[in-house]
């Protein structure tokens, strides 16, 4: 009985650390996901930006991403928000004229 154990717990523990390994994996590719998916709306959010300045001659006058996501929303430059718009960095700066658009925290 002991023999049988001593080899079945190799096995099991080379198991439990492949299915480790495997989740291990599966969490990279789901932050490289995540911060592609940024990467693309950050994209999008400056080119909807240009288009919201073409109608009002000025950047919005809104703090962050949830709310400039919010307001171009609501104005209908948008038709679906970030799925995690807290991620993106909004700040208008010089009267509105130009902006700072980025992820926090390099995400």
């Known amino acids: ?3 049988i154990l001593l080899m079945i ?4 523990a080379g198991s439990v650390i492949m299915v480790n390994g495997v989740t291990l994996k599966s969490d990279d590719m789901i932050a ?3 911060v592609a998916a940024n990467q693309v709306n950050i994209h999008q959010f400056d080119n909807v930006l240009e ?7 000025q950047y919005p006058a ?3 991403g949830e709310a400039l996501s ?3 929303f609501k104005d209908g430059y948008i038709r679906n928000k970030p799925l995690d ?3 993106i960095n909004y700040e208008p700066k010089s009267g509105n004229q130009d902006y700072y658009l ?5 995400l």
């Open 70 to 72: 919010e307001l171009l």
């Open 85 to 87: 718009s807290s991620v």
């Open 32 to 34: 490289s996901a995540k």
């Open 1 to 3: 009985m002991a023999k």
């Open 9 to 12: 717990l190799p096995v099991i």
């Open 102 to 106: 980025g992820l926090k925290n390099n």
């Open 62 to 64: 809104v703090s962050g």
């Open 51 to 57: 288009l919201y300045y073409l109608d009002h001659n």
